[in-house]
C-alpha cells in the first residue's frame, strides 16, 4: 500500500514535551533523535508504522509548537502545515501545562477537522490533574491518556487511535468499481514518452491494473500507437478505456464512440478529488481573460522534462484555446501558495495520486471556499481538446447530480 492510501497521524506540542520519545515507542524503533534540549526536531519526520488489527500508518512528529527566533518560526510554520496532511493528531502536553499554544493547535485542528487525542507524558514526574483534564475534555479531545517512558506501556494510546482515526481514513474504495464487473474488459493506454519513469509505470496505471484484477476484470495494457491495430486484429470490444490524458486526441480518434472513454487523471479526480466541484470549474477555463492568473497544483515533486506536462503542455494548451494572455504559477509538493487564493482565476489540480484525499481536499478547499473554479489536468485537458463531455461521463453517470454541464 502506497503512502497516499495510509492514514496519517501527527503528534504536537510543546518542545522537550517527548514527542519524539512517544514517536519511537509507537514505532518500536528510534525514527527521531531524542535529547533534552528543546527544539531538538526541525523539520516533521515522517514513519510508516503497523498498527495490529488496523493496519498500516504514517507517524509523523512535529518541531514544538512553542520555538523560538527566526529559525524557530520556520519551524512552527512546518508543524501548522503538517496539520492540513493528517487525519488524526495525537496532542502531547507535560505537567498539567495547558495554554494559549495548545488552544492555538486545538483550534487549527478543529478548523482541518482533524479529531485529536490528548497525551499527559512524563507521568513519572506529575499525574495528571482533574482540571487539566476537564480542560481537554472541554476543548474536544476524544481520550485524555497518560504515559511514561519508564514503562513504555502504549497499548492505550494504540487502542485509542483505532477508535478515533476517520473510518474514511483507512478505508479504501475502488477507483472503477462503479463502471465495471466481473468478465468485463478495460484497455489501459499507457504511452511510453519522455516523462514515462525508467523502467516501470507511473502510479495511476499501477493503481488501475490491481483495482481491475480486483474486480474480476480483464486488463489489456498498451501503447498509444497499438491502439488501432488491436482494435482492428481481435475484434475485442472493451467495457471502457482509461487512457493518459496527453493522448485524448489519439484515443479519442481510435476508440469507436460507444465504448466509454476517460483518463488516468479523471479516475483519480473521481477517486479521491472533489468531483462535482472540478464538474462546474471546468467550463469556466472559457471565461479566462487576459491577464488572468492561473494556479498549478502538482502533489509530487519530480525531474522536469522541457515538455512537462504541469509547466509546459497545459500551460500551452490552454493558452492556444482561450487565446487570452495568462500566467501560470506552479506549485510542487504540499508546499504552502503564494499570495492570496483570490489573485487566481482558476485552480488546476494534479490526479494527486501521491497524497492523501485529506491532503488533496484540504489543497482544494481554500479555493471553494473563496468561489475560484477548481479543475483537474485531466478535466483542463479534456476540456481544451474538445473530449470533455466524453470523458467525464463515465463517472458523472454515477454522481448524484444531474448532468445538465453535458
Not at 88 to 113: P, R, Y
Not at 154 to 165: G, H, L, Q
Not at 251 to 258: F, K, L, R
Request: glycine fraction near 8%; charge should be negative; proline fraction near 5%.
Amino acid at each position: 500500500m502506497g503512502r497516499e492510501r495510509r492514514p496519517h497521524i501527527g503528534i504536537f506540542g510543546r518542545r522537550n514535551n517527548g514527542k519524539s520519545t512517544l514517536i519511537n515507542f509507537l514505532a518500536g524503533q528510534d525514527i527521531a533523535i531524542v535529547s533534552d534540549v528543546a527544539g531538538t526536531t526541525t523539520d516533521p519526520v515522517k514513519k510508516s508504522f503497523e498498527i495490529t488489527g488496523f493496519g498500516p500508518v504514517i507517524l509523523i512528529d512535529t518541531a514544538g509548537i512553542d520555538d523560538t527566533g527566526e529559525l524557530g518560526k520556520k519551524r512552527i510554520l512546518k508543524t501548522n502545515q503538517a496539520i492540513k496532511t493528517i487525519d488524526l493528531a495525537i496532542l502531547v502536553i507535560t505537567k498539567n501545562t495547558f495554554g494559549d499554544f495548545e488552544e492555538g493547535l486545538i483550534e487549527k485542528f478543529k478548523k482541518q477537522d482533524v479529531p485529536f487525542i490528548a497525551v499527559h507524558n512524563k507521568e513519572d514526574l506529575e499525574l495528571l490533574h482533574q482540571e487539566t483534564l476537564g480542560k481537554l475534555n472541554e476543548a474536544g479531545a476524544k481520550e485524555v491518556l497518560h504515559f511514561n517512558s519508564l514503562n513504555g506501556d502504549i497499548e492505550p494510546i494504540v487502542k485509542s487511535i483505532k477508535k478515533t482515526i476517520p473510518e474514511s481514513a483507512f478505508t479504501t474504495p475502488s477507483l472503477l468499481g462503479d463502471l465495471i464487473s466481473y468478465g468485463d474488459i478495460v484497455l489501459l493506454i499507457t504511452p511510453i514518452d519522455i516523462e514515462a519513469p525508467e523502467g516501470r509505470l507511473i502510479l495511476p496505471q499501477v493503481q488501475a491494473i490491481r483495482d481491475i484484477l480486483d474486480n474480476d476484470a480483464i486488463c489489456i495494457v498498451l501503447k498509444e500507437r497499438e491502439v488501432d491495430a488491436f482494435l482492428r486484429k481481435t475484434g475485442i470490444k472493451p467495457k471502457l478505456v482509461v487512457t493518459d490524458s496527453q493522448v485524448f486526441l489519439k484515443a479519442g480518434a481510435s476508440i469507436p464512440s460507444d465504448i466509454a472513454l476517460t483518463s488516468f487523471s479523471i479516475m483519480l479526480a473521481h477517486f479521491k478529488g472533489n468531483f462535482s466541484a472540478y464538474l462546474q470549474g471546468t467550463p469556466k477555463i472559457s471565461e479566462l481573460k487576459d491577464g488572468d492568473k492561473i494556479l498549478l497544483l502538482e502533489s509530487c515533486t519530480h525531474h522536469t522534462s522541457c515538455d512537462d506536462i504541469g509547466r509546459v503542455k497545459i500551460p500551452r494548451w490552454i493558452s492556444n484555446y482561450t487565446g487570452k494572455q495568462l500566467e501560470f504559477v506552479v506549485i510542487a509538493g504540499l508546499d504552502e501558495i503564494p499570495g492570496e487564493i483570490s489573485d487566481y482565476a482558476l485552480l488546476i489540480q494534479c490526479g494527486g495520486c501521491m497524497i492523501t484525499p485529506k491532503q488533496l481536499g484540504n489543497r482544494l478547499q481554500p479555493a471553494i471556499d473563496a468561489g475560484i473554479p477548481v479543475t483537474n489536468y485531466g478535466m483542463a485537458i479534456a476540456y481544451v481538446q474538445g473530449i470533455y463531455n466524453r470523458a467525464v461521463a463515465p463517472f458523472a453517470k454515477i454522481e448524484d447530480s444531474s448532468l445538465d454541464y453535458l
